[in-house]
């Protein structure tokens, strides 16, 4: 099946999105798709000055001459915009006054204001993305750091979405590369559902794993015409992030596009971290975050699990009291605190768990390690492949040093409840011998 009749089959199956299209130069479209999906009703782009500059005016002119009635633009003019809850509360109060649906005109932010902030009044959006920058325009839930928190808000995809690919080649050379990390995340993501669903943690999603999976590689196939801005290698780049964000309409969960990989980026959100002043962008987090895991699997591969003695490793399993004290006792002081210790507490197993998910992959490992690397790209395939892109490719490239990474991990680890490898590795008594091969002597990210 080619990308393109992919796309189709995951559009009929998406559960919020009707409409997507994909072209170069097709922003005259955007009025004709309003009109279709929402007959008779007003419109408001909402845009940042850089993406109203970019399509947000052609956007506003190709709804007038369809005959759209529009409102006065709302653009953001915040030089740190960020998916923060202190603008959803400022877009609510701005459709609030107004019964217009919402053209998000923007990327990955833009996006996910106009996605909650639609959802709080009730209402369908449409979504004219500027950047291939995220796996978000098409996804089912908001990221927006709430209480120093980062969490992921339900509410629904857009109705219609427009990517003029033409637009997208004219991005910032970073955004692209922040995106093509993001799609790239999907296959170590891949890898740990993989691993959830062997243990019996969480089943695969056979028809979001088709959507997310069956072409992610080719997505990810010409990583030098993506880094030359090529139209023709960005467009199919293009469609496998929306493909990742209808695969989590299909699940209703984010576990078909992100796992480990993106928690290192939501930890450092969550601690407002900067580099040089600034947010580093969510897509180049998750570039190290996806390196960090490739270099764990090759850790991991190491590991003879056919040789594990289960029974000694349910022994040193603590009980439910002493991983909750553990917990508190980590998350002292972090703004965080409650979700880090009721997350935890969500994916404790007792021993008698433990040792049914050891045994399955004990008696298993081959089989399980063959599927493992069919999947997973080692550390060296994918420092490549980001490399090109001109993505982060080492902690010290979003402001975090080998140190602090490395101390990361027990938090990382704790912040969601989704089953990941390193849950599996800390079961095992293996997970700190996966650690120190990436930042021990002669590890990939050795630590001087």
Not at 40 to 60: F, H, L, P, S
Not at 114 to 140: I, N, Q, W
Not at 200 to 222: R, T
Request: aromatic content about 8%; overall charge negative.
């Amino acid at each position: 099946m080619s990308q393109s009749q992919l796309v189709a089959k995951a559009l009929a199956a998406a559960t919020d999105t009707a409409a997507l299209e994909i072209g170069v130069d097709i922003l005259d479209g955007v009025g004709a798709m309003f009109r279709e999906q929402f007959p008779d009703k007003r419109a408001i782009v909402v845009a940042d000055e850089n993406t109203w500059r970019a399509a947000g005016e052609a956007a506003q002119a190709s709804l007038r001459r369809a005959g759209v009635d529009c409102e006065e633009p709302y653009i953001f003019t915040d030089k740190d915009l960020h998916a923060e809850w202190k603008f959803i509360e400022m877009l609510d109060e701005r459709l609030a006054a107004t019964d217009a649906l919402a053209v998000a005109v923007g990327s990955g932010t833009i996006n996910d204001l106009c996605k909650l902030s639609s959802y709080h009044r009730e209402r369908p959006y449409m979504c004219v993305a500027t950047a291939a920058s995220v796996d978000g325009y098409s996804s089912f839930g908001a990221s927006i750091t709430y209480k120093s928190m980062k969490q992921t808000f339900t509410c629904p995809a857009p109705r219609a979405i427009l990517a003029d690919v033409g637009v997208m080649a004219k991005a910032p050379r970073e955004m692209t590369a922040a995106g093509y990390a993001d799609l790239a995340a999907k296959i170590p993501a891949g890898a740990e559902w993989i691993i959830a669903d062997f243990v019996g943690s969480e089943p695969i999603h056979a028809e979001a794993w088709h959507i997310s999976q069956s072409n992610l590689k080719a997505s990810l196939a010409d990583p030098e015409g993506v880094a030359a801005l090529k139209p023709e290698a960005i467009a199919p780049f293009v469609e496998g992030l929306m493909l990742s964000g209808f695969a989590m309409q299909a699940a209703r969960s984010s576990r078909p596009a992100s796992c480990t990989d993106h928690l290192f980026s939501h930890l450092w959100n969550m601690r407002d971290h900067k580099h040089n002043g600034v947010t580093p962008s969510h897509g180049f987090q998750v570039s190290v975050g996806t390196l960090m895991m490739c270099a764990m699997f090759d850790q991991m591969y190491k590991t003879n699990f056919t040789a594990l003695d289960v029974e000694r490793a349910v022994e040193r399993w603590p009980s439910a009291e002493e991983v909750r004290r553990a917990a508190e006792e980590l998350f002292a002081g972090e703004a965080f605190s409650e979700l880090g210790v009721t997350e935890v507490m969500e994916k404790y197993a007792d021993k008698e768990g433990v040792r049914h998910q050891l045994q399955v992959v004990k008696e298993n490992w081959p089989e399980l390690k063959q599927k493992l690397q069919e999947q997973c790209y080692t550390f060296d395939q994918m420092h490549k492949m980001l490399s090109v892109v001109g993505a982060p490719t080492c902690p010290e490239d979003v402001g975090i040093t080998k140190q602090q990474m490395r101390a990361d991990v027990p938090y990382v680890r704790h912040i969601r409840r989704r089953y990941n490898m390193m849950d599996l590795g800390l079961r095992a008594g293996v997970l700190d011998e996966w650690v120190d091969g990436v930042f021990g002597r002669g590890g990939v990210w050795e630590i001087k």
